[in-house]
């Protein structure tokens, strides 16, 4: 009784001790989708429970001049950020793009400084020579009349979703990647959408006197079932429910290439493309093995024709022993492709294979 207790210990705290890194590795999607989730519903219960009290020292500012605020949104960081990405990707390339990336980092940065100078010319023909520290007016308890800071808003929650959405579409790749990207995309120019019109509020406050900013923002419905809209469709493209563009994966009906191509049954589809000469064959389709167990020969080197059928999606076949060391590797490989790996030989035995990159992709080699 003592030593089977005993045992299941040294069991479960050797997950602690010697834990199976591939296993965690390919979990930390997982891990990182639960921390932001955690976090997000921390934020959202804040703001929620946020009561009218305001805490601490209140801090006077001085009084600007009447004409005079902070500058308002500029597409000048957007396009910065985008001449920074050509000159990377120039980087990368190599060629004509680096120079084409250099040039448009130069052209959006002096767009940035003309906007820069600009501002600053007019606070100068605002405020006049007379535009110094010294000459501000005394700190005053309150602000103007009508000016108070911007509304609360939903964007940054909105924005940690989406770059919840495309940090999954770097791990998973495929349509989710795209979709991520989209997700972002669609944050970002919702928040510049706000940014302007409050800038216009405030303009529109220096000849009113009066900053009207519409009050508390709603539940923006419409971005979340947009973004919801996004995550289904990901995961159906992503998982093969839905048909990839453009062909999508082979086809996966019959007995396939380990048939050797034999047996020339007539019918209206075009056959399989014919697997190379291997000892064994693997397939991928929608994001899983269609044969979670395979048969190879023992104590020799032997072959294995891995065909990944599914389009944009990399796999690839990892071998361990019961350990959780690794006994083969295989090349990463993104479908449709078919390639040959060369697995040197193992004793007899039964012996987990997996995806690295899809933790779910599990089967077993049977050594005999």
Same mark, same amino acid.
């Given at each position: 009784?003592?030593?089977?207790?005993?045992?299941?210990?040294?069991?479960?705290?050797?997950?602690? %001790? =010697?834990?199976?890194?591939?296993?965690?590795?390919?979990?930390?999607?997982?891990?990182?989708?639960?921390? =932001?989730?955690? /976090?997000?519903?921390? %934020?959202?219960?804040?703001?929620?429970?946020?009561?009218?009290?305001?805490?601490?020292?209140?801090?006077?500012?001085?009084? *600007?001049?009447?004409?005079?605020?902070?500058?308002?949104?500029?597409?000048?960081?957007?396009?910065?950020?985008?001449?920074?990405?050509?000159?990377?990707? +120039?980087?990368?390339?190599?060629?004509?793009?680096?120079?084409?990336?250099?040039?448009?980092?130069?052209?959006?940065?002096? /767009? &940035?400084?003309?906007?820069?100078?600009?501002?600053?010319?007019?606070? $100068?023909?605002?405020?006049?020579?007379? *535009?110094?520290?010294? $000459?501000?007016?005394?700190?005053?308890?309150?602000?103007?009349?009508?000016?108070?800071?911007?509304?609360?808003?939903?964007?940054?929650?909105?924005?940690?979703?989406?770059?919840?959405?495309?940090?999954? +579409?770097?791990?998973?790749?495929?349509?989710?990647?795209?979709?991520?990207?989209? *997700?972002?995309?669609?944050?970002?120019?919702?928040?510049?959408?706000?940014? &302007?019109?409050?800038?216009?509020?405030?303009?529109?406050?220096?000849?009113?006197?009066?900053?009207?900013?519409?009050?508390?923002?709603?539940?923006?419905?419409?971005?979340?079932?947009?973004?919801? @809209?996004?995550?289904? #469709?990901?995961?159906?493209?992503?998982?093969?429910?839905?048909?990839?563009?453009?062909?999508?994966?082979?086809?996966?009906?019959?007995?396939?290439?380990?048939?050797?191509?034999? #047996?020339?049954? +007539?019918?209206?589809?075009?056959?399989?493309?014919?697997?190379?000469?291997?000892?064994? %064959?693997?397939?991928?389709?929608?994001?899983?093995?269609?044969?979670?167990?395979?048969? @190879?020969?023992?104590?020799?080197?032997?072959?294995?024709?891995?065909?990944?059928?599914?389009?944009?999606?990399?796999?690839?076949?990892?071998?361990?022993?019961?350990?959780?060391?690794?006994?083969?590797?295989?090349?990463?490989?993104?479908?449709?492709?078919?390639?040959? /790996?060369?697995?040197?030989?193992?004793? *007899?035995?039964? /012996?987990?294979?997996?995806?690295?990159?899809?933790?779910?992709?599990?089967?077993? @080699?049977?050594?005999?």
């Amino acid at each position: 009784m003592l030593d089977e207790l005993w045992s299941a210990l040294i069991r479960f705290t050797e997950q602690f %001790v =010697v834990p199976d890194w591939g296993a965690l590795v390919g979990l930390l999607p997982v891990i990182l989708a639960v921390v =932001v989730i955690l /976090y997000l519903t921390w %934020v959202v219960y804040r703001f929620t429970t946020a009561g009218p009290t305001r805490r601490g020292v209140r801090r006077l500012p001085p009084v *600007a001049p009447a004409g005079i605020h902070m500058p308002g949104p500029s597409f000048a960081p957007v396009l910065a950020a985008f001449g920074v990405f050509l000159l990377v990707f +120039g980087m990368v390339v190599g060629g004509p793009w680096l120079w084409v990336g250099l040039i448009a980092l130069v052209i959006t940065l002096l /767009y &940035w400084g003309r906007e820069a100078l600009r501002d600053y010319d007019h606070i $100068a023909s605002v405020a006049g020579e007379h *535009a110094a520290v010294g $000459a501000l007016p005394a700190a005053a308890g309150t602000p103007p009349a009508g000016v108070h800071m911007p509304p609360p808003t939903f964007r940054p929650l909105l924005a940690a979703v989406s770059l919840t959405l495309l940090v999954a +579409g770097m791990v998973i790749g495929g349509w989710a990647l795209w979709f991520g990207l989209l *997700a972002v995309a669609l944050v970002l120019l919702g928040w510049l959408r706000d940014a &302007w019109r409050e800038y216009a509020a405030t303009e529109a406050a220096d000849r009113t006197g009066h900053l009207d900013l519409g009050g508390a923002p709603a539940w923006p419905r419409a971005i979340f079932a947009a973004l919801a @809209v996004i995550i289904a #469709g990901a995961l159906l493209l992503s998982s093969g429910i839905l048909p990839n563009s453009g062909g999508g994966a082979l086809p996966s009906g019959g007995p396939g290439a380990s048939d050797g191509g034999a #047996g020339g049954g +007539g019918g209206g589809a075009s056959p399989a493309p014919s697997l190379p000469a291997a000892d064994v %064959v693997v397939v991928a389709e929608n994001i899983a093995w269609l044969e979670t167990s395979i048969t @190879v020969p023992r104590d020799r080197a032997f072959t294995i024709a891995f065909d990944n059928r599914d389009r944009d999606v990399p796999h690839d076949i990892v071998i361990r022993d019961g350990t959780g060391a690794e006994l083969f590797r295989g090349d990463v490989t993104t479908g449709p492709s078919i390639v040959v /790996y060369d697995v040197p030989a193992i004793p *007899a035995g039964q /012996y987990p294979f997996v995806c690295s990159i899809h933790s779910n992709m599990t089967g077993t @080699v049977t050594a005999q």
